[in-house]
T-cell receptor
Framework: GAGVSQSPSNKVTEKGKDVELRCDPISGHTALYWYRQSLGQGLEFLIYFQGNSAPDKSGLPSDRFSAERTGGSVSTLTIQRTQQEDSAVYLC??????????????FGSGTRLTVV | GQQVMQIPQYQHVQEGEDFTTYCNSSTTLSNIQWYKQRPGGHPVFLIQLVKSGEVKKQKRLTFQFGEAKKNSSLHITATQTTDVGTYFCAGHRDSNYQLIWGAGTKLIIKP
């Protein structure tokens, strides 16, 4: 597609449930990133995929968080046993050049997760 | 670890006044990028600077990269309501490393 597509755009879930967030990057973009943004805050790095390399998972806040990227394209971020502090907007971005050099990141519109 | 500090956190201006946000890195960066996030939106890439002392302009926006490649600024002349949002700087330690983000400066136009 023309842009980075994220689904769902909004998700309300009960505490303790698992959720899956999906990101479809721009075709041909080899790098994919997940960030979390709490209300009025900056961008918190979660995970980075680059081509076939092992992902950089250094930003995942706990072992309840995991992500995969299938076929070098679509990515899924899974949060198990959700907690209220997981409530935030989850942003996915992709880039043409590795690490976003030259052309920057293109962000999706995000998934707003609310844990009740 | 390497950090990019961005100030101020917020800036309130009257429409027509100028606005500036500053970024400072603890170490040399290979480049600096600037993004704008409108209220309720997602960050959008504005520009990249690579060379020491580089200055680039986009209409009323002027971007600078310091001589030591450790600091950068974004200056908006004669702000308009369309400029409202949060401006983020981000830099690469090297081209193979992901971006290191500043915390953003929120521009608020006073009514």
């Amino acid at each position: 597609g023309a842009g980075v597509s994220q689904s769902p755009s909004n998700k309300v879930t009960e505490k303790g449930k698992d959720v899956e967030l999906r990101c479809d990057p721009i075709s041909g973009h080899t790098a994919l990133y997940w960030y979390r943004q709490s209300l009025g805050q900056g961008l918190e790095f979660l995970i980075y995929f680059q081509g076939n390399s092992a992902p950089d998972k250094s930003g995942l806040p706990s072992d309840r968080f995991s992500a995969e990227r299938t076929g070098g394209s679509v990515s899924t971020l899974t949060i198990q046993r959700t907690q209220q502090e997981d409530s935030a907007v989850y942003l996915c971005a992709s880039s043409l050049a590795p690490s976003g050099y030259y052309y920057g990141y293109t962000f999706g519109s995000g998934t707003r997760l609310t844990v009740v | 670890g390497q950090q990019v500090m961005q100030i101020p956190q917020y800036q309130h201006v009257q429409e027509g006044e100028d606005f500036t946000t500053y970024c400072n890195s603890s170490t040399t960066l290979s480049n600096i990028q600037w993004y704008k996030q409108r209220p309720g939106g997602h960050p959008v890439f504005l520009i990249q600077l690579v060379k020491s002392g580089e200055v680039k302009k986009q209409k009323r926006l002027t971007f600078q990269f310091g001589e030591a490649k450790k600091n950068s600024s974004l200056h908006i002349t004669a702000t308009q309501t369309t400029d409202v949002g949060t401006y983020f700087c981000a830099g690469h330690r090297d081209s193979n490393y992901q971006l290191i983000w500043g915390a953003g400066t929120k521009l608020i136009i006073k009514p």
